[in-house]
């Protein structure tokens, strides 16, 4: 049961995109197409923006966009906007019905 | 409306027990999987518990093997961790998360556990 291993911060301004990598292994990223991806703003409970690598639930802007290569999963956000600062974190289902998260990400909006 | 209630956080002492509750509502809670997730001052996420909607299947993370019991009350609507051996390690926001294949899609606004002499 590792945790999958994300950047500690990324960075953009207004209007541009960021890309935050979430990094496992063939045991849970890359065994599966059930990734989700959780924005968490200060002193809130998270909120799921991404799930089954891919799909966004509704209410969520399509700014927001999943995808996965082997192993590493990723979130983009383009057009970025004040309200995407935030913490997120990726998780995985890691087999045997157990699930494991990312080591989170703060994004910044410069 | 989706709602999950989380309700039983507090401070106890090292090696004591606690029992957490999440109420849910808005939802047939008896088709949904259900997880407890947690998150220490400061830090990550880290999935903690599942449990199948019967509530005959558990699992946990190996952190708290042994030490924490899911269990859940389909006719009330609730689910509930039981927190034994409890050590300075365990302390965080715990937050109840319906489970759908490692989505979780709503979670309830978390309950402090302070484990602290």
């Known amino acids: 049961q590792s945790v999958l291993t994300q950047p500690r911060s990324v960075s953009g301004s207004p209007g541009q995109s960021v890309t935050i990598s979430c990094t496992g292994t063939?045991?849970?990223?890359?065994?599966?197409?059930?990734v989700s991806w959780y924005q968490q703003h200060p002193g809130k409970a998270p909120k799921l923006m991404i799930y089954?690598?891919?799909e966004r639930p509704s209410g969520v802007p399509d700014r927001f966009f999943g995808s996965k290569s082997g192993n590493t999963a990723s979130l983009t956000i383009s057009g970025l906007q004040a309200e995407d600062e935030a913490d997120y974190y990726c998780?995985?289902?890691?087999?045997?019905?157990?699930?494991?998260f990312g080591t989170g990400t703060r994004v910044t909006v410069l | 409306e989706v709602q999950l209630v989380e309700s039983g956080g507090g401070l106890v002492q090292p090696g004591g027990s606690l029992r957490l509750s999440c109420a849910a509502s808005?939802?047939?809670?008896?088709?949904?999987?259900m997880s407890w997730v947690r998150q220490a001052p400061g830090k990550g996420l880290e999935w903690v518990a599942n449990i199948k909607p019967d509530g005959t299947v558990k699992y946990y993370v190996d952190s708290v093997e042994g030490r924490f019991t899911i269990s859940r009350d389909n006719a009330k609507n609730s689910l509930y961790l039981q927190l034994n051996s409890l050590r300075a390690e365990d302390t965080a926001i715990f937050y109840c998360a319906r489970d759908a294949l490692g989505n979780f899609d709503f979670w309830g606004q978390g309950t402090l556990v302070t484990v602290s002499s």
């Open positions: 998780c995985s289902f890691a087999g045997s019905d157990t699930d494991v």
């Open positions: 089954a690598v891919t």
């Open positions: 808005g939802f047939t809670f008896s088709n949904f999987w």
């Open positions: 063939s045991s849970d990223v890359g065994g599966y197409n059930y």
